[in-house]
Each structure stands twice: as structure tokens, then as C-alpha cells.
């Protein structure tokens, strides 16, 4: 009686721990954002192939990096910014080099800037700012972490359309 008892409790322990540990696994994993255009953004000397996500400004006049693709924000004219989590589909981004090539709806661009700055010395209204030529803006974020998905400093990368 007492080793049933005893393997009972053991059973139920154990029974115990596979439920929490498949409901932290499944639970927490970040949900995936499906795109909802037909864009790719490509960026061939990082093996970066990302569908978009048209993104809007939030009520705060803010922008949210959507999971595991790249977010599309029309910022002001010849200026598309795309953003995307250094944790995921920007893993690379850093690896990028001025002169490299990327494609978006099959445009090819070539980067010309690339820069990282700490996240209080950005001025978003630059960064957004109406461009001469047709420009891609990327960005992610760099540096140390501060909480959740942000950082002390942001990679910001400019590419002009190839003529």
C-alpha cells in the first residue's frame, strides 16, 4: 500500500511537470505574423529573404516590429522604412555592408549609409524624412538590452534605388 501510494505521487509529479514544461514551451513561443502584401525584401550577401507586413502607426504615433518579418511603414515620399526584430529576421543586418545590394518588388538597391546610434540621439523625424531618390531605410535594434525586445541603440541603414 505505501509503495502505491508512493508511486502514485511520483506519477502525478512527473504528470505535473510535462504539463508545465509543454505549456512554457508552446505557451511562450512568439506568434508569427503573417504578411499581408506580396512584397520580399531581399538582401543576398546575408541569406535574407522576408515577406512584409504593411505596418500603420499606432495610437501613439509609434511603430511595432512585427515576429519573424519585416514591417513596412510608407513614410513619406521615395522613403519605405522597414523594420524588423534583431533577434529574428534582422539577426543579420549588422553584417551588412555599404555597396551591398537588396531587392524589394524586384528594384534593386544598394546601400549607401549605415550607421548605429544610440536610441536617445535618433530623431525619428530625419530618419522618416522625405528622400531625392527612391530609398529604402532599415532598422533594428543594437546594442545592450534594456527590456524585452529593445536595446540601447538602433543599426540604421539607408539604400538608394540602383540606376
Not at 9 to 37: D, K, R, W
Not at 45 to 62: A, G, H, K, M, Q
Not at 91 to 105: C, E, H, P, V, Y
Request: hydrophobic fraction near 40%; glycine fraction near 4%; include cysteine.
Amino acid at each position: 500500500m505505501q509503495i502505491k501510494k508512493h508511486f502514485s505521487h511520483i506519477f502525478i509529479t512527473v504528470l505535473c511537470m510535462v504539463f508545465l514544461a509543454g505549456f512554457l514551451y508552446f505557451g511562450m513561443q512568439p506568434q508569427t505574423v503573417e504578411a499581408n502584401s506580396s512584397l520580399i525584401l531581399e538582401a543576398p550577401t546575408i541569406s535574407l529573404t522576408s515577406p512584409i507586413r504593411v505596418i500603420e502607426l499606432n495610437d501613439d504615433y509609434t511603430l511595432t516590429s512585427p515576429d519573424r518579418i519585416t514591417g513596412l511603414y510608407k513614410a513619406a515620399e521615395n522613403n519605405t522604412f522597414l523594420i524588423g526584430h534583431s533577434t529574428t529576421i534582422f539577426s543579420n543586418l549588422k553584417n551588412l555592408k555599404i555597396g551591398d545590394r537588396l531587392t524589394l518588388d524586384n528594384k534593386n538597391y544598394v546601400i549607401k549609409t549605415y550607421k548605429i546610434q544610440k536610441k536617445s540621439e535618433i530623431s525619428m523625424s530625419k530618419v522618416l524624412e522625405a528622400k531625392l531618390v527612391p530609398t529604402l531605410t532599415l532598422m533594428t535594434c543594437h546594442g545592450d538590452k534594456i527590456s524585452g525586445h529593445d536595446y540601447t541603440e538602433r543599426i540604421i541603414i539607408t539604400a538608394e534605388l540602383e540606376k
